[in-house]
Structures are given as structure tokens and as C-alpha cells.
């Protein structure tokens, strides 16, 4: 109780009330100030690094390339195999996007717009898939091409596997 007394003399005068309302009012405005000055040292949203999308695209390819070797070499005849893949693009991201579409007079419109995450500064679009690089091409050396049927199996096991046309794939004798 006496501490509530003293408390209130304290206050009680009116240079006391200035001074209590002016410490008051500056913390305030400098909480007000600090939630400015933050967000402006937090870094922008970057977009993937291209070194280490290059990278991941290499390896994809690497660990495609010794998958479709392993399985080439179980095809009879092939024998010895070596496999080379080309890639035209590296990984690619699909955003989630919500949108509408209307039709009036022979015109269609379409307004899209991504779905965005997190709040403040740190907003960034939600990334709905990653598409894996998309391989153009192949070339595959075998010791047993010398047979047109062992080469037909692995053109046609070739374009299975990787979804392409056989006119993308070039099948070669190894030394």
C-alpha cells in the first residue's frame, strides 16, 4: 500500500504526468519506426539460384542416363552400353494460380492470378509442381549393334523409356 501511495504522489504532479505521457509516446514512436527500418532489411525473394537448377538438371540427367543404361544392358545382344542425354530445358516451376474466365460477343476474357504465401515482406508465390527437365535427345553405344534387331529393340526401348521419338535417338556400335 505504501508503495501505491508513493506511486501516486509521484504522478501526482503534473511534472511527473509530462514526463511519464513523454517517455510514453516516444517508446511508442520508436516501436513505430523499428517496424519500418525491419522490413527494409529483409532481402527480396529471389528466384532459384540458375547454378544450382543447372546442377540439379545435371544430375537429374546423370542418375536418368545410368537408370536407362542398367536397363539397356538387360536387353539381349546389347551388351556393353553407354548412354548420353540431352536436355532442353532445366527444372521448371508450375505456380498454383486461381482465376476466372468470362465470354460476351465472340470474346473471351481470362484474368489469372497467383496464389501468394506468407505475409509482410515475405511473400512468395506457392509453387503447385516441378517439372522435371524435359531430355530432347539420346544417343546410346552398344557392342552388340551390329544386329538391326538389337538396335530396333533399343530404339523402341529407348523412346518408351524417355517419352520420345525415335527420330530423336541415335543408336551407334561401341568400340
Do not use: H
Given at each position: 500500500?505504501?508503495?501505491?501511495?508513493?506511486?501516486?504522489?509521484?504522478?501526482?504532479?503534473?511534472?511527473?504526468?509530462?514526463?511519464?505521457?513523454?517517455?510514453?509516446?516516444?517508446?511508442?514512436?520508436?516501436?513505430?519506426?523499428?517496424s519500418?527500418?525491419?522490413?527494409?532489411?529483409?532481402?527480396?525473394?529471389?528466384?532459384?539460384?540458375?547454378?544450382?537448377?543447372?546442377?540439379?538438371?545435371?544430375?537429374?540427367?546423370?542418375d536418368?542416363?545410368?537408370?536407362?543404361?542398367?536397363?539397356?544392358?538387360?536387353?539381349?545382344?546389347?551388351?556393353?552400353?553407354?548412354?548420353y542425354?540431352?536436355?532442353?530445358?532445366?527444372?521448371?516451376?508450375?505456380?498454383?494460380?486461381?482465376?476466372?474466365?468470362?465470354?460476351?460477343?465472340?470474346?473471351?476474357?481470362?484474368?489469372?492470378?497467383?496464389?501468394?504465401?506468407?505475409?509482410?515482406?515475405?511473400?512468395?508465390?506457392?509453387?503447385?509442381?516441378?517439372?522435371?527437365?524435359?531430355?530432347?535427345?539420346?544417343?546410346?553405344?552398344?557392342?552388340?549393334?551390329?544386329?538391326?534387331?538389337?538396335?530396333?529393340?533399343?530404339?523402341?526401348?529407348?523412346?518408351?523409356?524417355?517419352?520420345?521419338?525415335?527420330?530423336?535417338?541415335?543408336?551407334?556400335?561401341?568400340?
Amino acid at each position: 500500500m505504501k508503495a501505491f501511495g508513493k506511486l501516486g504522489e509521484v504522478l501526482g504532479s503534473k511534472g511527473s504526468a509530462i514526463a511519464v505521457t513523454a517517455l510514453g509516446t516516444a517508446g511508442l514512436l520508436l516501436i513505430l519506426i523499428s517496424s519500418f527500418l525491419t522490413d527494409r532489411k529483409q532481402p527480396a525473394p529471389q528466384a532459384p539460384d540458375t547454378v544450382s537448377t543447372a546442377s540439379q538438371s545435371e544430375s537429374y540427367c546423370r542418375d536418368t542416363e545410368e537408370r536407362l543404361r542398367g536397363f539397356l544392358r538387360r536387353i539381349d545382344g546389347a551388351g556393353e552400353v553407354e548412354v548420353y542425354l540431352t536436355v532442353g530445358t532445366g527444372e521448371r516451376y508450375v505456380y498454383a494460380a486461381e482465376g476466372r474466365k468470362s465470354s460476351q460477343d465472340n470474346r473471351t476474357e481470362e484474368e489469372k492470378k497467383y496464389v501468394m504465401t506468407g505475409g509482410g515482406g515475405q511473400r512468395e508465390p506457392l509453387i503447385e509442381t516441378v517439372q522435371a527437365p524435359a531430355i530432347t535427345g539420346a544417343v546410346v553405344a552398344c557392342t552388340g549393334c551390329g544386329d538391326p534387331a538389337v538396335e530396333e529393340r533399343i530404339y523402341r526401348a529407348v523412346s518408351a523409356a524417355l517419352g520420345i521419338p525415335t527420330s530423336r535417338i541415335y543408336v551407334t556400335k561401341m568400340k
